[in-house]
Protein backbone atom coordinates (compact mmCIF):
# COMPACT_ATOMS: atom_id res chain seq x y z
CA UNK A 1 0.00 0.00 0.00
CA UNK A 2 1.51 3.41 -1.17
CA UNK A 3 1.60 6.06 2.33
CA UNK A 4 2.73 9.34 1.28
CA UNK A 5 3.61 11.33 4.82
CA UNK A 6 4.14 15.41 4.43
CA UNK A 7 5.91 17.21 6.64
CA UNK A 8 7.87 20.59 7.60
CA UNK A 9 4.98 22.98 7.42
CA UNK A 10 4.44 26.10 10.00
CA UNK A 11 4.05 29.32 10.44
CA UNK A 12 7.16 31.53 8.88
CA UNK A 13 7.21 35.54 7.87
CA UNK A 14 6.69 36.97 4.52
CA UNK A 15 10.18 36.35 2.74
CA UNK A 16 11.11 33.84 4.90
CA UNK A 17 12.06 29.75 3.40
CA UNK A 18 10.52 26.66 4.91
CA UNK A 19 11.50 23.17 2.99
CA UNK A 20 8.65 20.72 3.04
CA UNK A 21 9.63 16.80 2.90
CA UNK A 22 7.41 14.22 1.31
CA UNK A 23 8.65 10.58 2.27
CA UNK A 24 7.06 7.61 0.24
CA UNK A 25 6.56 4.08 1.12
CA UNK A 26 4.57 1.04 -0.22
CA UNK A 27 5.83 1.14 -3.92
CA UNK A 28 4.99 -1.98 -5.83
CA UNK A 29 5.10 -0.74 -9.69
CA UNK A 30 6.54 2.74 -11.16
CA UNK A 31 5.32 6.17 -10.91
CA UNK A 32 4.56 8.14 -13.61
CA UNK A 33 5.30 11.86 -11.84
CA UNK A 34 5.79 12.69 -7.82
CA UNK A 35 4.01 16.24 -6.96
CA UNK A 36 3.32 18.52 -4.65
CA UNK A 37 -0.04 20.70 -4.62
CA UNK A 38 -1.91 22.84 -2.23
CA UNK A 39 -5.22 24.48 -1.22
CA UNK A 40 -6.04 27.45 0.31
CA UNK A 41 -9.21 28.00 2.26
CA UNK A 42 -12.02 28.53 0.10
CA UNK A 43 -10.05 27.66 -3.38
CA UNK A 44 -9.59 24.79 -5.04
CA UNK A 45 -6.31 21.93 -4.76
CA UNK A 46 -3.97 23.47 -7.49
CA UNK A 47 -0.68 21.93 -8.51
CA UNK A 48 2.57 23.21 -7.36
CA UNK A 49 6.10 21.55 -8.43
CA UNK A 50 6.26 17.86 -9.82
CA UNK A 51 9.25 15.78 -11.05
CA UNK A 52 8.06 13.41 -14.14
CA UNK A 53 9.87 9.94 -13.03
CA UNK A 54 11.36 9.08 -16.43
CA UNK A 55 13.72 11.75 -17.35
CA UNK A 56 13.25 13.86 -13.96
CA UNK A 57 12.13 17.11 -15.15
CA UNK A 58 10.59 19.36 -12.98
CA UNK A 59 7.69 21.79 -13.62
CA UNK A 60 6.41 24.63 -11.80
CA UNK A 61 3.15 26.88 -11.62
CA UNK A 62 4.11 30.03 -12.86
CA UNK A 63 3.49 31.82 -9.44
CA UNK A 64 6.20 30.01 -7.69
CA UNK A 65 8.85 29.68 -10.61
CA UNK A 66 12.38 31.01 -9.43
CA UNK A 67 11.41 30.84 -5.88
CA UNK A 68 10.56 27.52 -5.27
CA UNK A 69 12.74 24.20 -6.10
CA UNK A 70 11.52 20.66 -5.93
CA UNK A 71 13.81 17.55 -5.83
CA UNK A 72 13.63 13.87 -4.53
CA UNK A 73 16.54 11.22 -2.99
CA UNK A 74 15.79 8.20 -3.92
CA UNK A 75 17.91 6.21 -1.55
CA UNK A 76 15.05 7.98 1.01
CA UNK A 77 12.36 7.51 -0.86
CA UNK A 78 11.81 11.16 -0.41
CA UNK A 79 10.91 14.60 -2.22
CA UNK A 80 10.98 17.80 -1.25
CA UNK A 81 9.84 20.96 -1.82
CA UNK A 82 11.83 23.98 -1.24
CA UNK A 83 10.14 27.10 -0.70
CA UNK A 84 11.86 31.03 -0.14
CA UNK A 85 10.64 34.46 -0.80
CA UNK A 86 7.58 33.12 0.64
CA UNK A 87 4.18 35.79 0.11
CA UNK A 88 1.41 35.62 1.98
CA UNK A 89 -0.76 34.06 -0.57
CA UNK A 90 1.84 30.60 -0.32
CA UNK A 91 -0.57 29.88 2.52
CA UNK A 92 -2.36 26.61 2.22
CA UNK A 93 -2.45 23.11 3.13
CA UNK A 94 0.34 21.42 1.03
CA UNK A 95 0.00 17.97 -0.24
CA UNK A 96 2.51 15.46 -2.22
CA UNK A 97 0.90 13.14 -4.42
CA UNK A 98 2.06 10.46 -7.06
CA UNK A 99 0.71 9.72 -10.83
CA UNK A 100 0.94 6.32 -11.96
CA UNK A 101 -0.38 6.37 -14.62
CA UNK A 102 0.99 8.71 -18.20
CA UNK A 103 -2.80 8.15 -19.60
CA UNK A 104 -3.81 10.37 -16.76
CA UNK A 105 -1.66 12.56 -17.46
CA UNK A 106 -2.01 12.85 -20.73
CA UNK A 107 -5.86 13.85 -20.39
CA UNK A 108 -5.60 16.21 -17.45
CA UNK A 109 -1.81 17.65 -17.53
CA UNK A 110 1.13 17.46 -15.39
CA UNK A 111 -0.41 19.65 -12.71
CA UNK A 112 -3.63 18.66 -12.80
CA UNK A 113 -4.95 16.90 -9.17
CA UNK A 114 -6.99 14.66 -12.00
CA UNK A 115 -3.58 12.99 -12.51
CA UNK A 116 -3.19 12.22 -9.19
CA UNK A 117 -4.13 8.81 -7.78
CA UNK A 118 -2.07 8.61 -4.13
CA UNK A 119 -2.20 11.21 -1.87
CA UNK A 120 -0.78 12.41 1.82
CA UNK A 121 -2.53 13.91 4.72
CA UNK A 122 -1.32 17.58 4.25
CA UNK A 123 0.80 20.12 6.08
CA UNK A 124 -0.47 23.63 6.56
CA UNK A 125 2.24 26.69 5.62
CA UNK A 126 1.30 29.73 6.96
CA UNK A 127 2.78 32.63 5.69
CA UNK A 128 2.22 35.63 8.09
CA UNK A 129 3.92 38.44 9.96
Not at 41 to 55: A, F, L, Q
Not at 80 to 98: F, G, H, R, W
Not at 115 to 123: D, I, S
Amino acid sequence: QVQLAESGGGLVQPGGSLRLSCAASGFTLDYYAIGWFRQAPGKEREGVSCIRSSDITTYYKDSVKGRFTISRDNAKNTVYLQMNSLKPEDTAVYYCAIATSGLQIGIHGLLAPKAYAYWGQGTQVTVSS
